[in-house]
């Protein structure tokens, strides 16, 4: 398990976007797993002109990946 409250903020997300995610996935503390799925679907809606939500970029890909692998 995790803290979104902890981790989102090591990726660059700033307290509005921190927010948004833990609203998007419903609670502050998730497992990794779930916090990738969100993530992708995340990605994959941002290549849309009416996309709305967080911006994840892949610098913040590559952060969490870096914080996942030791």
Known sequence: ?????????????DVEDVFKII??????????????D???KQTAQQKYNDYDGVLITASMISKLKSLIKP
């Open 1 to 13: 398990m995790i803290n979104l409250y902890d981790i989102l903020p090591q990726l660059s997300f």
């Open 23 to 36: 609203c998007g996935i419903d609670r502050s503390n998730v497992e990794m797993a779930e916090l990738l």
């Open 38 to 40: 969100f993530f992708s």
